[in-house]
T-cell receptor, first 114, second 114 residues
Framework: DADVTQTPRNRITKTGKRIMLECSQTKGHDRMYWYRQDPGLGLQLIYYSFDVKDINKGEISDGYSVSRQAQAKFSLSLESAIPNQTALYFC?????????????FGPGTRLTVL | GENVEQHPSTLSVQEGDSAVIKCTYSDSASNYFPWYKQELGKRPQLIIDIRSNVGEKKDQRIAVTLNKTAKHFSLHITETQPEDSAVYFCAASKGSSNTGKLIFGQGTTLQVKP
């Protein structure tokens, strides 16, 4: 879905470095999510945000932080990257409301920590 | 917390045969159950979803069934085609009127042999 974009698409970094992954959306959705995907483990929720002032931890938030700079932008940071954070990271968006549960995913960022 | 179990982890069928993927969830408050398809190197995309007030939903060759009593839902693909080959994820949520968080199963890799 071209309405949800992520940068960078690929990143190789070293242990201990600070990394920021960015997500932008033009869907006008108020809710945004960050997931991590590892082989055989599905998608695990890292953080989610219902609006600019509402940030919530997901299942695996340790070692990560987020910033919701605007309704359309949600960034994920690794303050000090470690090798087991090597994974595929997806941003997703959804709209609040009873009949609008669908989440739309960005193209993903493949992160390798050496 | 909420947990979603998905089986099988891999499934190989002959073109034209049917494929069934099963998921169970733990939180009886879950009321929204989407299925996502992820092709190699691509983002997860919604293919069908079902809400707790219905037991079955169909969309051409794809159908989903829900048994709320057993906390079990399944994806059925009939007349499989090679382009159906992908990883399929089930998920469960309490809906956007709640947190809207999706809890994903571990994924099923479907291979359709020509």
């Amino acid at each position: 879905d071209a309405d949800v974009t992520q940068t960078p698409r690929n990143r190789i970094t070293k242990t201990g470095k600070r990394i920021m992954l960015e997500c932008s959306q033009t869907k006008g959705h108020d809710r945004m999510y960050w997931y991590r995907q590892d082989p055989g483990l599905g998608l695990q929720l890292i953080y989610y945000s219902f609006d600019v002032k509402d940030i919530n931890k997901g299942e695996i938030s340790d070692g990560y932080s987020v910033s919701r700079q605007a309704q359309a932008k949600f960034s994920l940071s690794l303050e000090s990257a470690i090798p087991n954070q090597t994974a595929l990271y997806f941003c997703a968006t959804s709209a609040s409301g009873k009949s609008t549960d669908t989440q739309y995913f960005g193209p993903g960022t493949r992160l390798t920590v050496l | 917390g909420e947990n979603v179990e998905q089986h099988p982890s891999t499934l190989s069928v002959q073109e034209g045969d049917s494929a069934v993927i099963k998921c169970t969830y733990s939180d009886s408050a879950s009321n929204y159950f989407p299925w996502y398809k992820q092709e190699l190197g691509k983002r997860p995309q919604l293919i069908i979803d079902i809400r707790s007030n219905v037991g079955e939903k169909k969309d051409q060759r794809i159908a989903v069934t829900l048994n709320k009593t057993a906390k079990h839902f399944s994806l059925h693909i009939t007349e499989t085609q090679p382009e159906d080959s992908a990883v399929y994820f089930c998920a469960a949520s309490k809906g956007s009127s709640n947190t809207g968080k999706l809890i994903f199963g571990q994924g099923t890799t479907l291979q359709v042999k020509p």
